[in-house]
């Protein structure tokens, strides 16, 4: 079984059985003919009416009909872990993958996720006969975004799907406007009691009194109707008539007082054991009370007609009604004591048969914080335990620093900034002191503008191994402590913390561990231009999204970055508009990183208004006043000597700053400034500097980048022409092997000079492929793609095919480069072949060639 995935409970989701010999109440079955001609049934009364066992009677009546059952209780009355259960029992009506779907519920969702999730299920809902959906016990549901996700629901139901709802209370879903249409059914108590006649049927062929017994007239009579308050009656050895004003009390002390006091000593210790329990069987009891013969004791319990509801009959799988639950809890609530106790071990028995939730339940109704936090370390990480998580209050976490972790990474997942910064500032408060204080800190480097990372002290990784954290918050530490490492330049310390985080992924199987590995080990080759393997670990990253939805539009925006430096333009808008999907009203950083990834795209395509309306907008945000964010996207308005007045601004701030918020972007600004502004000499010694430590850091990015602006200045000063040619090489070099056109475009100008004052020489020292890789460098490469696909025809996967055809590369290289299958490739050349009418790899190389020229 998948660790990260929790199963739903399939009690949850059986019809209750109608108890044996229970009675027809044909009448008010023909008014639940209604159902089909109703959006919503509400029936309303109070525990005992015999809501379940009605509708219970129906299901039976419909076997021909789809019915889909879900009885909720305490612990789905949250969002996610409700939506999972409706999600599981309409798994058979959804056109979706499911498997797919529940698993999304397996990733700590956003509100606003769930709401895309929810449009789905409803829009993939099909099925042509009626279906009726009937949520039991829909009182337990009050929480506020619960109940809006409910509404919506219900308004956008199909028109051949009908919910039932059974409450105690008006539920509080909005239900006036059905109502006006027509298209609500309401049942409430006074339509849903007995008659009299139904009265003394339910005595003789159900509880089984003697049909002559001179109380059946009385009792029916006291009962008003009510079954519960009859079955009441009927078990308890006076027979005393039940208080007309009925209420929680005067059913406990009825239950004390004329049925629980006749019981034997041995039936009355078993109930009182096991009314804590959400439900039982032979193997739960044999663990929690190995004291009674299950058997035994349940034949007891059902001889008495006592307040027991039959899950399963196959499994012997009982629950107690909620008469007698609650009379039962109140009962054991008495000792607070022997509730602990009870709870306690109830939690342990569970936990050890697997179900978690129900454990967890038991811990929380003793508020046993403590044993919740260690229990949550140890389960799957997904929606439930998230859930749990959340529920645990603030002030507890200060008892353990391994939960704490986890806790605020558990809102980190959610993008909940405000409530980020509360845990983080609570657990500055309270951990200062401890010694794993350094697990904390900087934890919140995602939402920090202050970026002082490079005076950051890095935790050792045999100290990281020593805390005592489990697996998965050192992972986490691990991730948090990479980072760092790579704003400090140590790239391949920063891959060996990821790769051990990745290895804890793969030992525990955390979702949230294999996504944000992956995104941070994306951003670090991006940064240093390892193109192609970033490309792929994208491509593995897509993989996890389905299961970390929140880094749906990092995916798209981060993608769209790499295309960019590629210049794949069509590629980088298809991204960046995927992204837009996967906004939420959560992600502001998420929102900026987007708006700068499209400033970068509207300038390459000619849209200089936009990019500087992006600029003027950005300049606001509190973390683009800092010249380490601005840096690469202000070089766009200030090339070449426009906008002076932002050039002098930046200088102003690069002069002032102090060392640790500059970077390689910061410094190739302020030389290429500094070189328009004629201050030749200071600028040559920083592009030098800057080439430098990029060669040292192995950061390709950065050479490239810095040989193009050295270019600029020999072409433009100097005779050294040995030098410019030798640095000019090496950036085309480097640029050829991961497609990175960007620069190049950038300094397009210099380029087109050096492509055409030193023509031959260059033919000499680089490859045909590697100079068409140049001249392809120019425009953005949409422009040229819309070309050739006029001439050919030719799709833009059969385009990338195309390129890596002319670099020499075979298809099984073909396929690793593109992340994609042999027998993929090898039908996209056929494709190829065919649209340009060759028959072999160097035919089409040679006529894509001469058409370009």
């Known amino acids: 079984m998948d660790v990260n995935k929790m199963p739903v409970l399939s009690a949850k989701l059986k019809v209750p059985k ?9 009448e008010l079955l023909e008014k639940l003919e209604e159902i089909k001609n109703c959006k919503v049934t509400v029936i309303k009364a109070g525990a005992g009416s015999g809501k379940t066992t009605l509708l ?23 969002a996610r872990v409700f939506w999972k259960y409706v999600v599981e ?3 058979e009506e959804l056109t979706l993958d499911v498997p797919s779907i529940l698993s999304c519920f397996d990733g700590n969702m956003p509100d606003d996720f769930l709401w895309e999730l929810l449009s789905n299920v409803i829009n993939n809902l099909e099925t042509e006969e009626e279906l009726v959906l009937i949520w039991d016990d829909f009182w337990y549901l009050t929480d506020p975004f619960l109940i809006k996700t409910i509404d919506y629901f219900i308004e956008n139901l199909p028109e051949q799907v009908h919910l039932v709802l059974l409450t105690r209370n008006k539920p509080l879903v909005y239900l006036g406007l059905l109502q006006v249409e027509g298209e609500l059914l309401l049942l409430e ?21 003697n049909e002559q017994d001179q109380a059946i007239d009385s009792l029916v009579q006291n009962s008003n109707g009510w079954v519960g308050g009859l079955q009441l009656m009927a078990i308890a050895s006076s027979r005393q008539a039940l208080s007309k004003d009925v209420n929680e009390q005067v059913i406990y002390d009825y239950l004390s007082n004329e049925v629980f006091k006749d019981l034997p000593e041995e039936v009355r210790q078993f109930l009182r054991k096991t009314g804590v329990l959400a439900y039982f069987n032979k193997e739960i009891c044999n663990k929690y009370v190995p004291e009674f013969s299950f058997e035994k004791m349940i034949q007891a319990v059902l001889e008495r007609n006592m307040f027991v509801i039959e899950l399963d009959e196959e499994q012997q799988e009982f629950r107690y009604h909620s008469i007698l639950k609650d009379f039962l809890v109140h009962l054991v609530g008495e000792d607070e004591q022997e509730e602990i106790a009870l709870r306690t071990k109830a939690a342990a028995v569970y936990h050890e048969l697997g179900d978690d939730q129900e454990s967890i339940n038991q811990l929380f109704s003793i508020h046993a914080y403590k044993q919740i936090m260690e229990q949550l370390l140890t389960m799957p990480q997904n929606a439930e335990t998230f859930g749990y998580m959340m529920k645990v209050p603030m002030e507890q976490i200060q008892y353990n620093a391994d939960f704490a972790y986890q806790y605020f990474f558990c809102y980190y997942t959610t993008l909940e900034q405000e409530k980020c910064n509360q845990i983080y500032q609570f657990i500055n408060t309270h951990f200062k002191q401890d010694q794993t204080y350094k697990a904390f800190r900087h934890a919140d480097m995602f939402f920090d503008v202050d970026w002082n990372y490079k005076w950051i002290s890095i935790v050792p990784l045999d100290q990281i191994e020593s805390m005592p954290f489990n697996d998965i918050s050192k992972a986490y530490l691990l991730i948090k402590e990479a980072y760092f490492l790579y704003m400090q330049d140590q790239r391949e310390e920063a891959m060996q913390y990821l790769d051990l985080a990745e290895k804890i992924y793969e030992k525990k199987g955390n979702y949230y561990i294999k996504a944000f590995v992956l995104a941070e080990k994306t951003q670090i080759l991006e940064e240093y231009g390892a193109f192609r393997e970033a490309l792929v670990l994208y491509d593995k990253m897509k993989q996890f999204l389905e299961y970390v939805p929140t880094l749906k539009a990092s995916y798209y925006v981060g993608i769209a970055g790499v295309y960019i430096r590629q210049l794949k333009m069509n590629l980088a808008k298809e991204a960046l508009e995927k992204s837009k999907e996967h906004f939420k009203s959560t992600m502001t950083n998420m929102e900026s990183a987007y708006l700068y990834t499209f400033a970068e795209y509207s300038y390459i395509m000619g849209q200089e208004d936009v990019t500087e309306s992006i600029i003027m907008k950005l300049g606001n945000d509190e973390m683009y006043q800092n010249i380490y964010f601005s840096a690469r996207l202000l070089r766009y308005p200030i090339y070449r000597g426009n906008h002076r007045e932002l050039a002098a601004e930046f200088v102003d701030k690069y002069d002032k700053a102090e060392e640790l918020v500059k970077s390689k972007e910061t410094d190739l600004l302020y030389a290429g400034i500094k070189y328009e502004l004629g201050e030749y000499e200071m600028a040559v010694e920083k592009i030098e500097t800057l080439i430098a430590k990029a060669r040292k850091a192995q950061n390709i990015s950065k050479i490239v980048e810095g040989d193009l602006l050295k270019v600029r200045y020999l072409l433009e000063q100097t005779k050294r022409v040995r030098e410019l040619l030798d640095t000019f090489v090496e950036a085309v070099t480097y640029a050829y092997v991961e497609e990175m056109r960007h620069p190049f475009w950038f300094e397009k100008e210099t380029v087109e000079k050096v492509l055409l004052t030193f023509q031959g020489e260059l033919k000499e020292r ?3 492929e590697q100079l068409l ?5 120019t425009e953005p490469q949409t422009e040229k793609t819309q070309v050739k696909r006029s001439l050919y025809d030719l799709t833009e996967r059969e385009m990338e095919v195309v390129d890596e055809l002319k670099k020499g590369y075979t298809n099984k290289e073909i396929a690793d480069h593109l992340c994609i299958s042999l027998a993929t490739v090898k039908t ?10 060759v028959k072999n790899r160097v035919a089409a190389v040679n006529k894509l060639i001469q058409k370009e020229r």
């Open 18 to 26: 109608p108890r044996k010999r229970y009675i027809e109440r044909n």
């Open 56 to 78: 219970s009677l129906y299901a039976l009546r419909k076997k021909e009909q789809t019915i889909r059952w879900l009885a909720i209780d305490e612990s789905m009355n949250q």
């Open 89 to 91: 029992s309409l798994k």
């Open 189 to 209: 108590e006074e339509q849903i009691r007995m008659s009299a006649q139904e009265g003394k049927e339910f005595l003789v062929h159900t509880i089984g009194l």
């Open 766 to 768: 680089l490859s045909e």
């Open 773 to 777: 890789f140049v001249e392809s460098t």
């Open 828 to 837: 996209h050349m056929i494709n190829i072949y065919g649209k340009l009418g």
